[in-house]
């Protein structure tokens, strides 16, 4: 039998070819979806009929855990679970209870578009998840459906900060993904709502992730924009960041309503300071959210790979890795190359 080598695998702690660290890996726990954002998984290009990964083709729960272990071996602090919808992923509060034991990592986390969230915060949160991110694009009940494909209502946004609140979590972190003309006039609204209720709103300018969504750089509201729209009603002040590499930059309203933050990925990239690793739920690792391919670990793995021989073989990815595409977004070769579904690797 194969044997394991425990916790600490003595690969060392990989740097890349920018001397960038790994210390973030994001999981996709599956590929489907309950809701058909136009941005990420338009309903034309998915339709019910659209074949997902099989069960047999995703990661188990044990693999998914052994990976994590190796993944914090090499420097993982933290975990953020994602998909599709990770809430669709059966048991999911047993893979967080395993996650938990893994250690060296000390932060858990999960995106989720909240829908179905009522039924199993309670148990996440007893299984040791710290912390939950809701996407909520709009709180205007027509824009809201428009912008799950028909498939969410603003209702259960609601249901699901409630749900969250009850089961101990602390404030959440509520994405928006700001698009002109289609979202960005709800955004005072949204923040009329949400200031002064602990929870954090943070504007993500939108990507053009993946091959089916259109985008185009005139639907990009650049952060600074935005933000001098907030501040003609709300003065705000610039926060520090919590930790080197975090992705929003943090602002407060000067009259101590809270705080909100600002993903500006296409108009001030920080790939600089890119320490994250993605795996996709077929076990693919992904070291950049605009890769076209990812490297198989699931192969290897199912093949009989030891965990030392799977630790150096993530260690040679990420040691490879020279990934920096939002710098050079506007280079023709780098936009015209096929990126990974935003679906596939959870953002
Ligand atoms: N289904 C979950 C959700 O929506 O929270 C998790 C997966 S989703 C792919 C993760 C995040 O990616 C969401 O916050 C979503 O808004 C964001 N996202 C998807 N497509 C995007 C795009 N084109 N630009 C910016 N963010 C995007
Ligand atoms: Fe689903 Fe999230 Fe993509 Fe929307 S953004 S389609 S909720 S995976
Ligand atoms: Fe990291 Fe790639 Fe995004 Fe740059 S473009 S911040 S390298 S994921």
């Known amino acids: 039998m ?65 990976l994590a272990t190796i993944f914090a071996g090499l420097g993982v602090r933290k975990l953020r679970l994602t998909g599709g919808e990770p809430l669709l992923r059966r048991e999911l509060p047993e893979l967080v209870r395993r996650l938990a034991s893994v250690d060296g990592v000390d932060d858990i986390a999960m995106t989720t578009n909240g829908s179905l969230l009522p039924g199993s915060a309670q148990a996440l949160r007893d299984a040791g998840l710290h912390r939950i991110t809701l996407s909520v694009d709009t709180l205007d009940a027509d824009a809201y459906r428009k912008l799950s494909g028909g498939r969410g209502e603003v209702a259960e946004v609601h249901a699901a900060i409630d ?7 602390p404030s959440l972190k509520l994405n928006s993904v700001v698009m002109r003309g289609i979202n960005d006039g709800h955004v005072l609204d949204m923040i009329e709502h949400f200031r002064g209720s602990g929870h954090v709103l943070r504007f993500i300018e939108y990507m053009d992730v993946g091959t089916c969504n259109e985008w185009r750089r005139e639907l990009v509201v650049p952060s600074a924009e935005l933000r001098a729209r907030i501040q ?110 935003m679906y596939e690797i959870g953002g």
């Open 232 to 341: 003609t009603r709300w003065p705000l002040r610039a926060l520090a960041a919590n930790y080197g590499g975090e992705v929003a930059q943090r602002w407060e309203f000067a009259d101590g309503a809270g705080e909100i933050g600002f993903i500006s990925s296409v108009s001030e990239p920080f790939c600089g300071d890119c320490t994250r690793a993605r795996l996709s739920a077929d076990g693919r690792l992904y070291t950049c959210l605009f890769a076209n391919s990812g490297h198989d670990l699931l192969g290897p793995m199912r093949a009989g790979a030891s965990d030392a021989e799977l630790a150096v073989l993530i260690a040679a990815v990420w040691s490879a890795r020279d990934d920096r595409y939002s710098e050079i977004r506007g280079l023709a070769n780098a936009s015209a190359r096929r990126h990974v579904e």
């Open 2 to 66: 194969r044997a394991r080598i425990p916790m600490r695998i003595d690969s060392g702690m990989p740097r890349d070819q920018r001397s960038r660290t790994l210390s973030d890996l994001r999981i996709s726990v599956i590929d489907r979806c309950n809701f058909r954002c136009p941005y990420c998984m338009p309903e034309d290009e998915y339709p019910r009929d659209h074949r997902f990964l099989s069960k047999a083709q995703r990661l188990r729960f044990e693999e998914i855990e052994r």
């Open 163 to 169: 749900s969250a609140k009850a089961a101990g979590f």
